[in-house]
């Protein structure tokens, strides 16, 4: 299995809710990140998990705040975001920290 | 100055044409590298990585150049399904400073 899945899709949130996003790869990897992407940008790196441990925060607002359930599952916890924030969010992972990342088709993220 | 720069596109080229691509980093500490190709509203899918010692896998030949600073990839007899933008990947460092920069993309048109 040479796939990392992310869910859901799409999502569409407003101000005040509060949602996850959830990627899960089954490759034995053990470093995982999340990208946030606008259109017509590159990649932004938010976060990297190496070994369920949080190695790299971007200075990331405390509105996005990840968690690593275990080394397969990544998630993305979401509160109070602001209509900015609407992006394209990507998970990735990595045998290791820094190796070839392989990415998921990423969750499209509308906050009204 | 950025500290990953690539050229700047877009590169809109025939169908059976050599195309080459260059993105150069300004850190000299940076350890590895690797060129993702990104299709419109899809995630970035790795290429290939590049080494020192250059690497080809069929049409495409990624080469590092630590003198200088960049590293390349060459598209020989390129073909429609090329056209997408080509994003290069630049770790700096496995320590507490370490980051992962992309940069910003060159897109690539294949014309008929």
């Known amino acids: 299995d040479t796939e990392v899945t992310q869910t859901p899709k799409h999502l569409v949130m407003g101000m005040t809710n509060k949602k996850s996003l959830k990627c899960e790869q089954h490759?034995?990897?053990?470093?995982m990140y999340w990208y946030k992407q606008k259109a017509k940008k590159p990649p932004e790196l938010m976060f990297v998990y190496s070994y369920e441990k949080l190695s790299i925060n971007e200075s990331v607002p405390s509105r996005f705040s990840p968690e690593c359930p275990n080394s397969s599952l990544l998630n993305l916890h979401l509160h109070a975001l602001q209509p900015e924030d609407s992006a394209l969010y990507l998970c990735?992972?990595?045998?290791?920290?820094?190796?070839?990342?392989?990415f998921g088709p990423g969750t499209r993220l509308t906050v009204l | 100055r950025k500290e990953v720069e690539q050229d700047p596109g877009p590169f809109n080229v025939p169908e059976g044409a050599t195309v080459a691509f260059n993105c150069t980093y300004s850190n000299s500490a940076s350890q590895s590298f690797f060129w993702y190709r990104q299709d419109c509203r899809k995630e970035p899918k790795l290429l290939m990585s590049?080494?020192?010692s250059g690497n080809e896998d069929g049409r495409f030949t990624a080469q590092l150049n630590r003198a200088s600073q960049y590293i390349s990839l060459l598209i020989r007899d390129s073909k429609l399904s090329d056209s997408a933008t080509y994003l290069c990947v630049v770790n700096r460092g496995y320590s507490s400073a370490s980051k992962i920069i992309f940069g910003s993309g060159t897109r690539l048109s294949i014309r008929p």
């Open positions: 590049v080494y020192s």
């Open positions: 490759m034995g990897h053990r470093a």
């Open positions: 990735a992972s990595s045998q290791e920290k820094y190796n070839e990342q392989f």
